[in-house]
């Protein structure tokens, strides 16, 4: 099911409620000074709720729904909860079982998917499965130096870099997920599912939230638990193969680099 990211944002705020048309009535000087804070990536959460109820009180923001507190905070926390509940039905397809990951977990990966700027996946190429279909040992004669200049290894050069150079042209089975890259809100999503980040530790590299990490053993291991396909349970690179489908369906503006 192929689905653009402004698609998707469209069908599901087509049946939101917008918590922010205060902030969007206020006249200036107020709207920006107080918009600079709201929409600042590196605003303290403390700060963002002191804006936020600074901007309700001078448009005497009411909440019309039921049970709402005149709040925009509460109202734009509801909303993103909601948008990352409705998003993820959109990801279960291609990663059945998805939905009984953990909501954190559900959450980094949503907004990886559908809302992180420049997103890109480095991946690598699966010799074996490659050259199972072009040839042995033609990826070695493409990128083993001098070997790749020599003549005779032209045809190879050639159809290995295509692989290299537009891995999107090429199915996903010839790859695996390295990395992936993307920033919502500051930061990679999946830095934010390390499971060893601790800001505490003796270890230098766990001070660090790192988004590999967080794709790889806060993402995957914990979907390998909770998935209902059984090829998804015991074989981690077909998990990175439907991962990248789906972000050439999903997310088709990404970005795929190859690093070997």
Do not use: C, W
């Amino acid at each position: 099911m192929k689905i653009t990211r402004r698609q998707l944002r469209k069908l599901i705020s087509e049946s939101m409620y917008d918590p922010m048309h205060g902030m969007k009535s206020l006249e200036e000087p107020y709207q920006g000074k107080i918009m600079s804070v709201i929409d600042n990536p590196e605003s303290a959460e403390e700060d963002l709720k002191q804006f936020h109820h600074l901007g309700d009180t001078v448009a005497d923001y009411k909440d019309p729904r039921p049970g709402m507190p005149d709040d925009s905070y509460a109202g734009v926390d509801d909303q993103k909860e909601q948008y990352l509940k409705d998003a993820g039905k959109y990801i279960a397809p291609y990663l059945p079982g998805f939905l009984n990951l953990p909501q954190a977990i559900i959450d980094a990966v949503v907004e990886f998917v559908f809302l992180s700027s420049n997103p890109t996946l480095h991946i690598q190429i699966d010799v074996d499965g490659l050259e199972e279909d072009i040839g042995e040992n033609m990826f070695y004669r493409a990128s083993n130096y001098p070997d790749r200049n020599l003549p005779e290894n032209a045809d190879a050069v050639k159809i290995v870099d295509s692989y290299r150079d537009n891995p999107k042209n090429h199915d996903a089975k010839y790859y695996e997920i390295y990395t992936p890259e993307g920033t919502y809100e500051g930061v990679n999503p999946f830095s934010k599912i390390d499971p060893y980040f601790d800001p505490n530790s003796n270890l230098a590299g766990h001070r660090t939230a790192d988004g590999q990490t967080g794709f790889h053993e806060g993402f995957r291991e914990e979907y390998h638990k909770v998935t209902t396909k059984p090829e998804h349970k015991i074989d981690s690179y077909t998990v990175e193969r439907a991962f990248i489908e789906m972000m050439r369906d999903l997310r088709p503006d990404h970005q795929e680099e190859v690093i070997n």
